[in-house]
């Protein structure tokens, strides 16, 4: 018997039985997730390196790291004209994102920005697909690390989306082992060049270039980030824990 839980919000139950984490809250470190982490025989999480150095318990957990799939959206088509701006979506914070604010408050003319939509009472309701296809409509997308410093779900969606992606040079080597290359799939900055990297992706003269590394970063997307695939290497990884 095996006992599986994925919301950080529900304790696991202190049965005799196999039980599986599902570990992705990056900020929470609630009583609730403490004891689930605690109790889990296997934790199933995006970025592992991250969590074992946040929760105690960590450390001797048998755990499977196999970052974030994006589920697939029928109507997407590579953007061969998109709207010539860097798009800066999410929540804007200093407290988890000092790069992203950073990005939003560049000019007017080389960024657009994208409210995050809230919970409780939403501001727009862009979200799931609709949200790849409002990407789609941007030749740049930019996505900070957090103040974490880990891969984001939104690098996946970019990339997915067939935008350019514009990300944190501090995850340049997360990014490299799973296969997302500077200057072949995405542009990397940081804060103290984002303006002129921002303004370099604008640049008409540039254009056959950023059209080539986004279209890398889209088939790269495509070939291994989809969540059918995705879902399919965490059955298999399963596995080797549960016998089946």
């Known amino acids: 018997v095996t006992y599986f839980i994925s919301a950080g919000s529900f304790s696991i139950p202190h049965t005799e039985c196999y039980k599986i984490f599902w570990l992705c809250d990056m900020h929470n470190q609630s009583s609730i997730i403490l004891n689930n982490v605690a ?4 934790i199933i999480t995006p970025n592992y390196i991250f969590y074992i150095k946040r929760y105690r318990y960590m450390d001797n957990k048998q755990y499977i790291a196999l970052g974030w799939g994006i589920k697939e959206v029928k109507s997407l088509v590579f953007n061969i004209n998109p709207i010539k701006k860097n798009l800066v979506s999410g929540a804007m914070n200093t407290t988890y994102y000092p790069l992203r604010l950073i990005a939003a408050n560049q000019d007017k003319e080389l960024v657009e920005v994208f409210q995050h939509p ?4 939403p501001k727009h309701n862009i979200i799931g697909d609709d ?3 409002h990407l789609n409509k941007y030749l740049c997308c ?7 410093n880990i891969i984001l779900k939104k690098v996946y969606e970019i990339l997915y989306s067939g935008s ?23 542009i990397l900055c ?3 060049n984002i303006k002129e990297k ?6 008409k003269e540039n254009i056959e270039k950023i059209n080539k590394i986004r279209k890398n970063g889209f088939n790269l997307a495509a070939e291994k ?5 995705h879902c399919n290497k965490i059955n298999d990884s399963l596995k080797n824990y549960i016998k089946v």
């Open 118 to 121: 809230g919970y409780s009472k």
């Open 225 to 229: 980030f989809k969540l059918y695939e």
């Open 198 to 203: 921002m303004i370099y992706i604008l640049n």
């Open 39 to 42: 109790i889990s025989d296997l």
């Open 190 to 192: 940081n804060k103290n």
């Open 142 to 148: 930019f996505c900070d690390a957090s103040i974490l």
């Open 131 to 133: 949200y790849i296809l």
């Open 164 to 186: 350019l992606l514009l990300t944190d040079l501090n995850i340049k080597k997360d990014l490299e082992e799973i296969g997302i290359i500077e200057n072949v799939h995405c």
